[in-house]
C-alpha cells in the first residue's frame, strides 16, 4: 500500500516530501507520492503549477489514506456506510483528520472494531418480518427460504460515530 514512500504521520510530512521532491525537480515523484497517499493527480498538478502553496491539506491527507486503504480493502455494502461516517467526523473536527492520517491507524482494525461490535449486540429480527422475505439467494446461487431466528447488527449511527471516534483518537 506505501511501498515507495511509506506511511506518512501527517499531512505535514507528505508536504514536507514533497517540497524536497520539487527542490530536486522530481515532477513524476511528486505525482507518484499524491497517488501512493490517495490524493487526486489535479491537486497535484495545482501544486506543481503554483496554484497551491502545500501539495495537501489535513482533510485531504485523511480523505487520501482512506481512499487508498478502501481501495486496497475492497471496502463495499455497510462497510461503505461506515467509511462514509468516518469522512463526515472529519470534515466536522480537523483532530479526527490527523488521528486518521497517523502512522499505524489503520481502516481495517476500525472495521474490525465496528464488526466485533455490531455481532456481540445483535438483534433478533420479528419472524414477521423474516416471513415476509421468503427466500434469499445464497453464495452458490441457490435459491432458500429465509432461515429463522434472524440477528441483525444492533448498532446505529451514534455508536458508530463513538466506536470510530475511539479507535482513532486513543
Not at 490524493?39 to 498538478?45: R, S, V
Not at 479526527?96 to 472495521?111: D, F, H, L, Q, T
Not at 434472524?150 to 455508536?159: A, F, N
Request: hydrophobic content about 40%; some cysteine; proline content about 2%.
Amino acid at each position: 500500500m506505501y511501498d515507495r514512500f511509506g506511511e506518512f504521520d501527517s499531512a505535514e510530512e507528505i508536504n514536507k516530501k514533497a517540497a524536497e521532491m520539487i527542490e530536486a525537480g522530481d515532477i513524476e515523484g511528486i505525482y507518484a507520492l499524491a497517488a501512493e497517499n490517495g490524493i487526486e493527480k489535479e491537486d497535484a498538478a495545482e501544486y506543481l503549477n503554483g496554484r497551491e502553496n502545500e501539495l495537501t491539506s489535513p482533510l485531504m491527507a485523511a480523505f487520501g489514506k482512506l481512499k487508498v486503504e478502501s481501495e486496497h480493502l475492497k471496502i463495499s455494502g455497510e462497510l461503505s456506510v461506515w467509511m462514509d461516517i468516518v469522512k463526515g467526523i472529519c470534515m466536522e473536527d480537523m483532530r479526527m483528520c490527523e488521528a486518521v492520517r497517523k502512522k499505524g491507524k489503520s481502516m481495517k482494525i476500525c472495521m474490525a472494531a465496528l464488526i466485533k461490535y455490531s455481532f456481540e449486540n445483535k438483534v433478533q429480527v420479528s419472524d414477521q418480518i423474516v416471513d415476509e422475505v421468503k427466500v434469499v439467494q445464497v453464495n452458490d446461487g441457490k435459491i432458500v427460504p429465509m432461515r429463522k431466528p434472524l440477528y441483525m447488527s444492533g448498532m446505529d449511527r451514534v455508536q458508530a460515530r463513538r466506536i470510530i471516534t475511539d479507535y482513532y483518537t486513543k
